[in-house]
């Protein structure tokens, strides 16, 4: 045999047993037997941890496969959701024709992600096409026309985010990223008021059109923005800085140190000439309206300066401090009169009647005390539930208006009584009255500005808030208006003229809205 260095002969038993002539041919016989006889090998032995990392492995593998399953059955449902809502709005008789057209050119392009989706030979994909961005609240926004924007407010499977997104983007009703304290209130004009942030942002409402825009965005919170008795600038504190800005162009035309520490009040002698200033550095500053340099300066307080004030002729200044004195200064002679005591919290404001007959103080101690000027006595006091934030007085010192916790009081001064008060859904923090005094504004810890018409005593509207507050958004099948709730409110919209309608604060004012609107969505968020 080939591959044997001495042929052999081979002998064959009755038992097939086989004598070979070398190794060779033994391995090579044993081969082929094997194979003409379908031998299976032995497994080899596999560990238990081996076997166990195996499982691991395929049940991980299934619940991916199951998850990713489950995704594209609820984008298919999402999508299909979205064309039958549509195709409603399309169907509607109250839908002019340039809406139509807007809600063709939807359908079509939603029409067209679903195909994209599925895949026309049947391959999914997850890839979203460009001009579908309306699903991604960081991207759509730009993308999209003010009534496609309305459209897609219409869907029910839009994110409340991405709803927030879209009224502020394209109908122009302005939210803040951040939620902050409304600080300080001034109005302008009758019909414009401003506001500042502990956030650092102002914002410019005209209340006969509704605009309502931020006009600066500042890096320190804006505890006091006092205008010019000639309405030209303001002065606007917060910092060690005062800057003077134009009420004009709502820009900052000065930026001055104007003391050591943050600078938490400021006020305007009547004839423009003087403003003053106080600060947690415990000092009060008199300044040059004209020429914005210091004229002199106060000491006497052992706390911050939450409040100043001057007397009608600028014979007085009044403050009110951290340490729980109010103090009658001398403005001619530059030193203290006498001190006032009672108080047991800090003295958030003051207030100097005209004819020079009394001084009033609000304090954290949640009470409003009436002074007598010439002999330091307390002649009276009122009480709030809270903490006493702001003092306003109108009407010739007939009328005071204070803040406290979420009430608005409007007291009668001859007598010392509560002529009414005026509720809100968040705590107040500042209190403005409009030039007319027709209108009370008040400031609440959820970047909100209240309108209050005082001949009515209702609340006419609401701006500003925080986007991450707003709770829900309605939109009428009409497109004409929306609703937004947040925190204890409703706002109604009106969208082509974007001006409020109304602002809802009980759930009994929501009745009349069910032929409009599906109150249903917000009416649990009202009182």
Not at 335 to 356: C, D, E, M, Q, W
Not at 397 to 402: C, N
Not at 451 to 456: A, G, M, P, Q, R
Not at 475 to 502: L, P, T
Request: net charge positive.
């Amino acid at each position: 045999m080939n591959g044997c260095s001495d042929p052999v002969t081979l002998l064959w038993t009755h038992h097939t047993k086989q004598t070979y002539s070398c190794k060779f041919h033994q391995i090579e016989d044993s081969n082929n037997i094997l194979k003409s006889q379908n031998f299976t090998p032995r497994p080899k032995k596999t560990s238990s941890l081996k076997r166990l990392f195996l499982s691991f492995g395929l049940i991980t593998f299934l619940l991916i496969l199951g998850l990713f399953s489950k995704f594209l059955i609820d984008q298919n449902q999402f999508m299909n959701s979205i064309l039958k809502d549509i195709e409603n709005l399309k169907s509607e008789s109250s839908i002019n024709y340039r809406f139509y057209s807007e809600i063709v050119t939807i359908k079509d392009l939603l029409e067209s992600h679903k195909m994209d989706f599925e895949g026309n030979k049947g391959k999914k994909t997850l890839a979203e096409p460009r001009n579908l961005e309306i699903f991604n609240a960081k991207k759509y926004s730009k993308k999209l026309s003010r009534r496609e924007a309305l459209v897609a407010l219409s869907s029910n499977d839009l994110s409340l985010s991405s709803k927030v997104e879209l009224i502020v983007k394209h109908l122009g009703i302005v939210y803040e990223e951040f939620e902050s304290e409304v600080l300080s209130i001034a109005a302008i004009e009758n019909g414009e008021v401003i506001y500042g942030l502990m956030a650092g942002t102002i914002s410019n409402i005209e209340l006969h059109t509704h605009i309502h825009q931020i006009v600066v965005h500042g890096k320190s919170r804006v505890y006091k923005i006092t205008p010019s008795k000639d309405l030209a600038t303001a002065l606007v504190t917060g910092d060690t800085q005062v800057h003077i800005m134009s009420l004009t162009s709502k820009k900052y035309l000065k930026s001055f140190i104007g003391h050591n520490h943050w600078i938490l009040t400021s006020t305007m002698s009547e004839d423009n000439k003087w403003y003053v200033t106080g600060s947690c550095d415990r000092s009060i500053k008199v300044w040059e309206h004209n020429t914005y340099k210091e004229a002199f300066l106060l000491q006497g307080h052992t706390g911050d300066i939450w409040a100043v004030t001057l007397s009608s002729k600028s014979e007085y200044i009044v403050s009110g401090s951290e340490d729980k004195l109010v103090i009658l200064w001398d403005f001619v002679n530059k030193k203290i009169i006498r001190s006032f005591i009672g108080h047991t919290a800090p003295v958030y404001s003051v207030l100097i009647s005209k004819k020079n007959e009394f001084i009033l103080s609000a304090s954290g101690d949640g009470t409003i005390r009436l002074w007598d000027l010439n002999t330091g006595s307390q002649r009276s006091m009122l009480e709030h539930k809270g903490m006493v934030r702001s003092l306003v007085l109108m009407n010739n010192d007939k009328i005071l208006l204070s803040i406290a916790g979420k009430t608005l009081k409007m007291w009668d001064m001859p007598s010392m009584t509560l002529i009414s008060q005026m509720n809100h859904t968040g705590n107040l923090i500042s209190l403005g009255v409009s030039k007319d005094e027709k209108l009370a504004f008040t400031g609440d810890v959820y970047s909100r500005l209240w309108v209050w018409d005082l001949e009515n005593m209702v609340l006419k509207m609401v701006f500003g808030g925080a986007k991450k507050n707003v709770q829900a958004v309605e939109i009428s099948e009409n497109f004409q208006i929306v609703a937004i709730a947040d925190f204890g409110i409703v706002r109604i919209w009106d969208i082509e003229k974007m001006k409020q309608i109304e602002v809802l604060v009980d759930k009994s004012q929501a009745e009349k809205w069910k032929a409009v609107l599906n109150v249903d969505n917000f009416i649990g968020f009202l009182g």
